[in-house]
């Protein structure tokens, strides 16, 4: 059901000499709001929460009483003997978090002014509204809600006289705060994480490929490690990725579980930066899906049903089962038996390392990182042109950035600590083998 906002709607007309009038009695007594005057000249103070307060009445308050520090109290009838003098009244805008507010403002000027000024003179509580560059972040907020350029003006939160922002601002507030926020991720250092285990899988955004990275670390977070554009079947790419993350603190050093969607490019581009002591194991669900690709309809269920059973057996049980029901497919179903049989022991990894059932259910798929590109296919659902890759790894940044606010611990994090003993092992042994041999 959508819901309903109240729309104050009024003549410009008649709702002006209103709001001078309400904003000059505030301005007389100017001891109520003249905190707010020093907040927003000197700190820029949260405006929407004024507005939401007192409304546009306040802020027009506040403009007078800025603009009376300037060239002082009007005097009805007399002029002034200050160099800054009124010059009647203007339109002006405040940008807000997720619109701007029509406003009208005094207007300043010089009384005396040298050759080539224009003698307008600025108010500075004006001047501190218009530097709020909190807009772009609001109009991302917004964009990441699912709203489309289209109907944004129909789904905010209206207010009288309320000055909608066109959808060609939202395209470009939504680009800078997409590349802004790209250039975040990419510098996040991780070299006070103990990553215990790395996520790798592919998006696709029309032609265009982002491999994504996120990592789990020993208490059970979740982290967004980096993007990359271009698929995972990108060997040149994959490895760029991946060294990128070393870069940024993933230390070469520190045995990990890598969790990837199969592709044999990445499998190599592990082996390649991390070395080949790392445990990877293969997302079970791709390994399904590819195995239904090649059988008809009606063998869908029973090839479900027999994979995910041996998936719960021990590794070299569950490996025979599967070998087993391969022979069987060879003879009508060949392509589907070669599947199952690429990268066959790469599917058992969390069983050998003797994981309880209930971690193995997290680490044995990409869902962790599956669901996050649900997130970015469904916020994305309106882009039917995607210009370039620039575009897709925005789109992919923003929505990570978005889903990350609500990331929880990994199912079965109280059981992390035995797969970091499981990693640390081998390198404990290799340390006490160099002792003993330095010994």
């Known amino acids: 059901m959508n819901e309903a906002y109240q729309v104050v709607v009024s003549d410009d007309t008649n709702a002006l000499p ?6 000059g009695v505030l301005a007389k007594d100017g001891q109520l709001i003249l905190p707010l005057l020093d907040l927003v000249e000197q700190a820029q103070c949260a405006i929407d929460d004024l507005v939401d307060v007192m409304g546009r009445a306040t802020i027009e308050a506040v403009l007078q009483m800025s603009a009376a520090q300037l060239a002082g109290p009007k005097q009805q009838g007399r002029k002034a003997d200050q160099d800054v003098v009124y010059h009647g009244t203007q339109k002006g805008r405040v940008a807000l978090k997720e619109r701007q507010l029509g406003v009208t403002k005094p207007r300043l000027r010089k009384r005396r002014r040298d050759d080539g000024e224009s003698g307008e ?13 909190r807009l772009a972040d609001r109009m991302l907020q917004i964009r990441m809600a699912g709203i489309s350029t289209r109907r944004y003006e129909d789904v905010l939160p209206e207010m009288a006289q309320t000055v909608g922002v066109s959808k060609s601002q939202v395209s ?7 590349e802004r926020l790209l250039k ?9 994480q103990d990553i215990l285990v790395v996520y790798v899988d592919g998006l696709q955004f029309g032609q265009y490929h982002v491999i994504c990275a996120v990592g789990v670390d020993a208490s059970g977070h979740k982290h967004v490690l980096g993007f990359r554009e271009g698929a995972t079947e990108n060997a040149q790419v994959a490895k760029a990725l991946l060294e990128d993350l070393v870069e940024r603190g993933l230390s070469p050093f520190r045995r990990r579980l890598f969790v990837i969607d199969g592709s044999k490019a990445l499998r190599k581009a592990i082996d390649q930066v991390f070395g080949r002591e790392n445990p990877v194991q293969r997302c079970r669900n791709h390994k399904v899906r590819n195995v239904l690709g090649h059988l008809p309809k009606d063998q869908h269920d029973q090839a479900k049903s027999t994979m995910k059973a041996a998936f719960k057996l021990k590794a070299e049980d569950g490996i025979a089962k599967l070998k087993q029901y391969a022979s069987w497919l060879q003879q009508d179903w060949p392509s589907a038996s070669a599947s199952l049989h690429e990268g066959l022991d790469e599917l058992f990894t969390i ?3 003797g994981l309880p059932s209930k971690l193995r259910r997290c680490l044995g798929t990409t869902n962790l990182i599956d669901n996050s590109h649900s997130a970015v296919r469904q916020r994305s659902a309106r882009v039917k042109h995607w210009r370039d890759g620039l575009m897709a790894l925005r789109w992919t940044a923003a929505s990570f950035a978005a889903s990350e606010k609500h990331f929880r611990r990994i199912m079965g994090h109280q059981d992390l600590w035995m797969l970091e003993a499981d990693l640390n092992e081998p390198q404990q042994d290799h ?6 041999k330095a010994s």
């Open 172 to 178: 470009r507030e939504f680009i800078e705060s997409g």
């Open 18 to 23: 209103e709001s001078v009038e309400i904003a």
């Open 431 to 436: 340390q006490l083998a160099e002792h003993m």
């Open 351 to 353: 069983n050998r390392l």
């Open 184 to 192: 975040e991720l990419a510098e996040r250092d991780f070299s006070e």
């Open 121 to 133: 003179v600025e108010i500075p509580a004006y001047e501190a509204m218009q530097k709020d560059a």
